[in-house]
């Protein structure tokens, strides 16, 4: 078997490839991985086939969609998700066949009701079912304390002691443990009985993830999340760097329109010297009366660099091929001591 665990901060997520037949798994992919996924597999000459959640995460971005997509591979995920995107829905005692390797699926709802872990060989994918010393929490959408601890202590407790155990987050930097260990050492499963874990689940008092609305959001629905889509426009916009722009206004160039995106008040209290205002909002309504020439050399500019850069990809999608985004913001200019210009209120 080829493997290979890859850290994301906190996050977990392992590549699982058959060396005889060179198909692979991605198993809880980050957003933020995708060239490393498809790095790891053309290095180890893995074909990706399938691309494996868990369970619905609440506090990372899943890459399981542009993963599964720029691979080639089919989304998996157990029965009980409601994410339009999953391609194969598995159930306990289902199995992902890879090559020669079997990916046996165990159901163990509590951490979320979708939650499954994946036994192969000598190990078990356990999500956040079963963690380091720990294990997931049960006070999120479709957690359920009760049935975390039948799912432990019923199904996944029950495998053999020896059993590698590889979960989907830890935080302080081990690779990996035992059932054995876990069922000797893990604070939250020294338990007497069910009602007990219940209520050191119900007693724990955590704080909400960041982001766990557009978290679920994103992943419940296959839909994208703000960095993917600023990530998506940056790579469709060339760049101008700061130095350049203000050379190119110290010079008196003409050519250049300088367009900031930001709202009046901002624009009107400082702006880059001769930068137009026409704010983000406002752009498709007005773009046809303020930039009639679609062959004009457009740079947009707003306060961080971001809102800028969609702009610039608006306006290539409607044709101004010339349009690019400055690479930084008038925050960014203002602190690299850049001239900056004011106006009144009543100026355009
Ligand atoms: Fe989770």
Redesign the pocket.
């Known amino acids: 078997m080829i493997f290979e665990q890859i850290a994301t901060g906190g996050c977990r997520s392992y590549l699982v490839g058959c060396e005889e037949t060179c198909a692979a798994a991605v198993i809880d992919p980050e957003v933020s991985q995708v060239d490393r996924y498809l790095a790891l597999a053309a290095r180890d000459g893995l074909r990706i086939r399938y691309v494996i959640d868990t369970?619905t995460?609440?506090?990372h971005f899943s890459a399981s969609r542009p993963l599964a997509r720029q691979a080639g591979a089919t989304v998996v995920m157990h029965r009980e998700t409601t994410a339009p995107t999953v391609e194969m829905r598995v159930d306990d005692g289902d199995m992902v066949v890879l090559g020669k390797l079997r990916l046996q699926v165990l159901h163990t709802p509590g951490?979320?009701r979708d939650s499954m872990c994946l036994q192969v060989e000598d190990r078990v994918f356990t999500?956040?079912a079963l963690l380091i010393g720990g294990t997931?929490r049960t006070d999120?959408p479709s957690g359920d304390a009760g049935a975390l601890y039948d799912s432990l202590f019923g199904k996944l407790l029950r495998l053999d002691g020896a059993t590698r155990v590889f979960p989907?987050?830890e935080y302080k930097g081990r690779e990996h443990t035992t059932i054995a260990q876990e069922l000797a050492s893990n604070p939250r499963l020294q338990v007497a009985d069910r009602a007990a874990f219940i209520s050191l689940m119900g007693s724990l008092n955590l704080q909400m993830p960041t982001h766990i609305t557009e978290a679920l959001r994103t992943n419940l629905s296959g839909g994208k999340t703000v960095a993917q889509m600023l990530a998506e426009a940056a790579a469709s916009v060339p760049f101008m760097s700061m130095a350049h722009l203000r050379e190119r206004i110290e010079r008196g160039d003409t050519e250049l329109v300088v367009l900031d995106v930001r709202e009046r008040d901002a624009w009107t209290a400082a702006h880059i010297p001769g930068a137009r205002l026409l704010p983000r909002g406002q752009l498709e309504l007005r773009v046809n009366d303020e930039l009639p020439d679609p062959t004009r050399h457009i740079v947009t500019c707003c306060e961080f660099g971001r809102i800028s850069t969609l702009a610039a990809a608006t306006l290539r999608e409607m044709g101004f091929q010339r349009a690019v985004a400055l690479d930084g913001g008038v925050k960014a200019w203002r602190d690299a001591g850049y001239p900056l210009a004011s106006a009144s209120p009543q100026q355009p």
Request: no cysteine.
């Open positions: 369970h995460h609440a506090d951490h979320t999500g956040d997931g999120l989907a987050h």
